[in-house]
């Protein structure tokens, strides 16, 4: 069974670090991209950004790029979003979700829980 | 980048209705098109991929058509669990982008 599972939810202070992970299993982790996905509270679905696990290439959202970074460790098959200094403005709901790309079609198939990220003084 | 236009943002509905929910690109994006359902506190869901196929394991009530720059996601009859918020999303050209979102309500 295809499953990706989030680290937990996460309370910060503006200006501090964090890394929040994804691992996948059920399936080879270096043969499928996976992307991030940002809900703010109350708000639709915000494409972060993607990386693909098998050589840690990176795609970024302009909206994103700079303030974050992907990074993926194939040997324990997890995925990361970290922020070096965070802002209040990033307290959101953070998805990772598996890509599904070629044969013209490209979507998210299965995506993980979601970390919650509160970034309050 | 391309924006992507949901109607309605809201639609209030009863179990057994037929039910349509639009989606409009800035550009076109061929049928790089896929529709997502979220249910409240959970993770976002595939119905449809690539305009109008079916993802495994969803009821043949959902369906999906368009290409180009317009689309449609329609629930031919509404069940209890279907009410929820419905997104588009372009991935012909990065970065990828999200409707708003429609929330279909019980009436």
């Known amino acids: 069974e295809v499953q990706l599972v989030q680290s937990g939810a996460e309370v910060k202070k503006p200006g501090e670090s964090l890394r929040i992970s994804c691992k996948g299993s059920?399936?080879?982790?270096?043969?499928?991209?996976i992307s991030w996905v940002r809900q703010m509270p109350g708000k639709g679905l915000e494409w972060m950004g993607r990386?693909?696990?098998?050589?840690?290439?990176?795609n970024y959202s302009p909206s994103f790029q700079g303030h974050v970074t992907f990074s993926a460790d194939k040997s324990i098959i997890t995925a990361y979003l970290q922020w070096t200094s965070l802002k209040a403005s990033d307290t959101a709901m953070y998805y990772c979700?598996?890509?599904?790309?070629?044969?013209?079609?490209?979507?998210?198939?299965?995506w993980g829980q979601g970390t919650l990220v509160t970034v309050s003084s | 980048d391309i924006q992507m236009t949901q109607s309605p943002p809201s639609l209030s509905a009863s179990v057994g209705d037929r039910v349509t929910i639009t989606c409009r690109a800035s550009?076109?994006?061929?049928?790089?098109l896929n529709w997502y359902q979220q249910t409240p506190g959970k993770a976002p869901k595939l119905l449809i991929y690539?305009?109008?196929s079916l993802q495994n394991g969803v009821p043949s009530r959902f369906s999906g058509s368009g290409s180009g720059t317009d689309f449609t996601l329609t629930i031919s009859s509404l069940q209890p669990e279907d009410f929820a918020t419905y997104y588009c999303?372009?991935?012909?050209?990065?970065?990828?982008?999200f409707g708003q979102g429609t929330k279909l309500e019980i009436k």
């Open positions: 979700a598996r890509r599904i790309t070629g044969n013209k079609r490209d979507y998210f198939d299965y």
């Open positions: 059920g399936y080879s982790f270096t043969n499928y991209w």
């Open positions: 990386i693909d696990p098998s050589d840690s290439y990176t």
């Open positions: 550009q076109t994006i061929s049928r790089y």
């Open positions: 690539t305009a109008s």
């Open positions: 999303q372009q991935s012909y050209s990065t970065p990828q982008t």
